[in-house]
């Protein structure tokens, strides 16, 4: 997990378009600023990898130009987010001057999938049900299409599903700029693309990939209400995984899953899903909070706690 779209200059670029107003290199670290209420900031790394860590953000003068940062700019805290995958009975280390974060801005609990065996391998390792639904989606006279441009059909459609899964379940959606501005910047390279499974010229299921490094990611979703007895989330997933095995990609991150199977968690029904396909849950450190203004911090905290509670 060393190599992470999420620090990349692609990834920066596209942050400054959607909600953040500055960003920094500090040892190549990105680092983001971000708009607080009363003339405050935050400043955040997203999902820094373990190399980068010890060697880099493990020194005091990493800090001090993090705490010289803070101070111009009146952020509150600075959160660093690891993604340093969890060792059972390894001793992690992190300075003393940071806490663990109360909330995370990507999740913890992820579910991977190896794509480096076979199609048959990978087929036998899903569950039973998994592998059925497969087969009947494969049967059902539907096509999968997917696309690396702004603008496209399959970007329209991801769109439109996103959107009505988000009411349906009641959950926040992000804009369409949001997603016009991701294919524009990643998709422009290479590193995002809209996919799209269609019952004749209707979209069904729909996801917005990444891929960089040895990884493809599951970044965002959503399914139509009609025709769920064809399983066309099935046959998305089951093709983004055969083309990621085509592009010599080694691993399928489907992200976010419920933590310990917790069935009254809002992702408990996705989580269901994912794990059809087989795999295995990676928990990464995720994140933690530098406070430069620890009062002011003590405030924000329970400011979001209340805004969202879990």
């Known amino acids: 997990m060393d190599c992470s779209i999420f620090q990349s200059k692609e990834w920066e670029e596209f942050k400054l378009k959607s909600g953040y107003e500055k960003s920094y290199r500090i040892q190549d670290i990105l680092v983001l600023q971000k708009k607080l ?5 935050m400043l955040y790394s997203p999902l820094v990898a373990e190399k980068n860590y010890e060697s880099r953000i493990m020194n005091q003068e990493f800090i001090r130009q993090i705490e ?15 993604n340093i995958p969890i060792i059972h009975d390894s001793k992690f280390i992190i300075p003393e001057s940071f806490i663990k974060s109360f909330e995370e801005m990507q999740p913890e609990h992820n579910w991977v999938l190896d794509i480096t065996k076979s199609e048959d391998e990978i ?3 899903m569950k039973q049900k998994g592998r059925y639904n497969i087969k009947i989606a494969q049967n059902s006279n539907l096509t999968f299409t997917s696309s690396a441009a702004k603008e496209s059909q ?4 991801f769109y439109e599903q996103y959107a009505k899964t988000g009411n349906r379940h009641k959950i926040a959606f992000r804009n369409k700029k949001y997603f016009d501005d991701l294919l524009e910047i990643l ?3 290479g590193y995002a693309r809209a ?3 269609w019952h004749g010229k209707t979209p069904l ?15 965002y979703g959503g399914s139509s209400d009609e025709e769920r007895n064809l399983m066309a989330p099935y046959l998305l997933h089951w093709e983004i995984i055969k083309s990621a095995k085509t592009e010599g990609l080694k691993e399928y991150n489907f992200l976010g899953i419920a933590p310990d199977d917790n069935q ?3 992702w408990a029904g996705i989580t269901r899903f994912k794990k059809q396909f087989g795999g295995e849950q990676v928990n990464i450190e995720g994140s933690y909070d530098l406070p430069v203004k620890p009062l002011e911090y003590k405030v924000f905290k329970i400011a979001e706690q209340i805004r969202r509670p879990h």
Do not use: M, W
């Open 68 to 82: 010289q940062i803070s101070k111009k700019n009146n952020a509150i805290f600075y959160r660093l987010e690891l």
């Open 187 to 189: 998709g422009g390279k």
């Open 264 to 266: 009254n968690h809002p």
């Open 154 to 157: 399959e970007l329209d459609a």
């Open 37 to 41: 209420p009363f003339g405050r900031t």
């Open 123 to 125: 087929l036998a390792g």
């Open 205 to 219: 299921a729909s996801a917005i990939i990444i891929q960089y490094g040895e990884a493809s990611l599951y970044l």
């Open 195 to 197: 996919c799209t499974v």
